[in-house]
């Protein structure tokens, strides 16, 4: 009973420290947004004219993007909610989602318009991380930034992080399909690319963003490789709120 005990207060203490980091990340936002702060993720200085027209819509966090022909988002930009998620390349946790949970959101959810999804990269595991998301936006540029994902992820340890050289995210987008590999090689030097990059990276540390994989729908937040059913409740919640 004793060991039982024991393992119930542990876990109880590892929702606490979720929930802690949560609200934390929510505090910042809602901060930023209601003081207007600029930076990385600078709120909108008026609301949204539309969705249609490109950008967060009036109530939305500022980091929503909802644009057009976005290639690191997938479904309708007028999808009633979006699921904002940020992941890192040599993430075991990203992996397990990516493979085991965001087939079914995208059948259920974004295959039927109830929810577009928006994916940030980010950098937490060294310098393998930054190359591994500089070269998903290089795949992006040629429309194959969810298929890198996938073979990223497909290939990936369950535990650890593994090496991301320079030849295995080209093998990688091979495996993807990107069309033009020649371009790809030279995008994984593109300064531009790494900028926005790194730049994605330094606005989720701003945000409180302090694991991954990390969630935000409408006002809600979700941390880690949760169960399928989990998003199920917490995407049908946010899509009941969103009317």
């Known amino acids: 009973m004793k060991r039982s005990n024991q393992s119930v207060r542990r876990r109880n203490r590892r929702i606490a420290v979720a929930a802690g980091a949560v609200v934390a990340f929510l505090g910042v936002v809602l901060t930023a947004q209601l003081t207007n702060q600029q930076g990385p993720v600078a709120a909108p200085t008026a609301p949204a004219a539309s969705a249609s027209a490109g950008g967060a819509r009036t109530g939305e966090l500022a980091f929503v993007r909802r644009q057009h022909s976005d290639p690191m988002a997938i479904g309708d930009v007028d999808a009633p909610v979006v699921l904002v998620q940020w992941t890192d390349m040599r993430c075991p946790y990203c992996a397990v989602f990516n493979r085991e ?73 091979e495996k993807a399909g990107v069309p033009d590999i020649e371009r790809f090689t030279a995008d994984l030097d593109d300064s531009g690319l790494r900028a926005a990059a790194q730049a994605s990276n330094s606005e989720a540390a701003r945000l409180g963003v302090t694991s991954v994989p990390f969630f935000v729908a409408g006002d809600s937040a979700l941390s880690g490789a949760q169960p399928t059913s989990v998003f199920r409740q917490y995407l049908d919640a946010a899509i009941a709120k969103a009317g």
């Open 101 to 173: 949970t965001l087939p079914v959101l995208r059948r259920e959810y974004v295959d039927t318009g109830k929810v577009r999804i928006e994916v940030h990269d980010v950098a937490y595991f060294g310098q393998h991380s930054e190359d591994g998301a500089v070269a998903a936006r290089a795949a992006a540029e040629q429309g194959r930034f969810f298929e890198f994902l996938g073979a990223v992820y497909q290939d990936a340890p369950d535990k650890g992080h593994p090496d991301l050289p320079r030849e295995r995210l080209i093998a990688f987008a």
